[in-house]
Nanobody
Framework: QVQLVESGGGLVQAGGSLRLSCAASGSIFSMYAMGWYRQAPEKQRELVARISAAGSTNYADSVKGRFTISRDNAKNTVYLQMNSLKYEDTAVYYC????????WGQGTQVTVSS
C-alpha cells in the first residue's frame, strides 16, 4: 500500500507557474505508474498527466505544451510543473498511484486569478 502527500498548490496570476509535488511512502514507488488529476467545482475529476514506471508520459490536450510531469524515484516523488497557467486550470489537483487499485492523495488547491 502506498501513501501520497501533495504539496505546492496556491494562488497564482494567469500566465504564472507552479510546481506540484507528490511524496510517496509505504511501497515500492518505482513500480507504479503515477498520475495527476484535477477536479474543478461541479465538474468530474479528469486526468491531467500520467507517467509510467518507465518514464513515458501522456497529457490531456488542454495542458499539452504547458504542463510537464516527471518523477524522481530516488526521492519517491512525482512532480507536475505547470506553466502559462490559465483561469480554467483552477481546481483541486490530486496525485494518484495507478496500481491494481488506484490510491489517491488528499489533494492540493490551485487557484489561477484572471
Amino acid at each position: 500500500q502506498v501513501q501520497l502527500v501533495e504539496s505546492g498548490g496556491g494562488l497564482v496570476q494567469a500566465g504564472g507557474s507552479l510546481r506540484l509535488s507528490c511524496a510517496a511512502s509505504g511501497s515500492i514507488f518505482s513500480m507504479y505508474a503515477m498520475g495527476w488529476y484535477r477536479q474543478a467545482p461541479e465538474k468530474q475529476r479528469e486526468l491531467v498527466a500520467r507517467i509510467s514506471a518507465a518514464g513515458s508520459t501522456n497529457y490531456a490536450d488542454s495542458v499539452k505544451g504547458r504542463f510537464t510531469i516527471s518523477r524522481d524515484n530516488a526521492k519517491n516523488t512525482v512532480y507536475l510543473q505547470m506553466n502559462s497557467l490559465k483561469y480554467e486550470d483552477t481546481a483541486v489537483y490530486y496525485c494518484a498511484a495507478l496500481g491494481v487499485v488506484t490510491t489517491w492523495g488528499q489533494g492540493t488547491q490551485v487557484t489561477v486569478s484572471s
